[in-house]
């Protein structure tokens, strides 16, 4: 790694179970001196990322606070979905949650809720399984060849575990499989009795963003239903990518229909 990179994985050390690092951690981190892990704290402080806290620890600094209301407003697939979220899921009476990703992991990025109990399940900003679910699986289908098979060579354990592939073709050809669907329905894989039905949004260069999904208690959901709801998951992440594309200044006004990919041709 270079120094850069070596200084912004201290930020990786961050999750729900680790709220604050120090010294020691930020050495074994990134593999380095005492001397350089504490300028790489102190310069990570200086930008606001980090703040430092009592007995010498560090935790995330304010600076993310102002970086995430600029993402509210300027991000692309937030500003294109938010209103589009409530209409539907008020019209559907559903519960309805955008996704993103970044690496390998997937999560919650805006939500409405019919359901004021699903809000304590998928909170904005938590990370969830990329191998287990509509959400991650809508996303994880429509990644590139060369994204998938790095996800084969650094999770595959993950992969097998939740049924994905034993080996890279199975793998490959399972994912074929499911980006061709087009919506993806999972049920119980995150939460129990909890019915998932996602549909992947792209950019206007068709890479995929994110997800969108319902989240629907199995005991409402009969096969009339289940049919109703896949075709709107699909009308509304078509209408969220059509909106990015007119975001976008090299598609100004352009309609290109990304949430229909092309097949597989495995």
């Not at 120094?3 to 729900?16: A, R, Y």
């Not at 937030?78 to 409530?86: M, Y």
């Not at 690496?103 to 805006?110: H, L, P, T």
């Not at 999770?155 to 080996?167: F, N, P």
Request: charged fraction near 25%; hydrophobic fraction near 40%; aromatic fraction near 8%.
């Amino acid at each position: 790694m270079s120094s850069l990179d070596k200084m912004l994985s201290l930020l990786d050390l961050f999750d729900e179970s680790c709220m604050s690092i120090g010294l020691e951690e930020a050495m074994s981190q990134a593999d380095l001196s005492q001397a350089t892990a504490y300028r790489y704290l102190q310069s990570l402080c200086q930008s606001g990322l980090l703040s430092p806290a009592n007995g010498g620890r560090y935790v995330l600094g304010t600076r993310i606070i102002e970086f995430d209301r600029l993402l509210r407003r300027n991000d692309p697939l937030l500003r294109s979905a938010h209103g589009k979220i409530k209409d539907f899921g008020t019209r559907l009476s559903v519960n309805v949650m955008l996704c993103a990703y970044y690496g390998d992991k997937v999560m919650c990025s805006d939500q409405f809720w019919i359901d004021s109990r699903m809000a304590q399940l998928y909170e904005r900003g938590k990370s969830m399984p990329m191998f287990r679910g509509a959400m991650a699986k809508t996303i994880l289908a429509n990644l590139t060849p060369y994204q998938m098979r790095n996800m084969m060579l650094w999770h595959a354990d993950q992969i097998r575990e939740s049924g994905l592939g034993t080996d890279w073709d199975e793998f490959r050809k399972t994912m074929a499989k499911l980006r061709d669907q087009r919506v993806c329905i999972t049920r119980g894989e995150v939460f129990p009795k909890l019915v998932g039905i996602g549909a992947p949004i792209f950019d206007a260069e068709t890479r995929v963003l994110g997800s969108i999904v319902f989240i629907v208690d199995e005991t409402t959901l009969d096969a009339a239903r289940q049919e109703s709801l896949s075709e709107e998951i699909l009308a509304l992440a078509e209408e969220i990518t059509n909106d990015i594309a007119k975001l976008s200044p090299e598609h100004a006004g352009g309609d290109v229909r990304a949430a229909r990919p092309r097949k597989s041709k495995h």
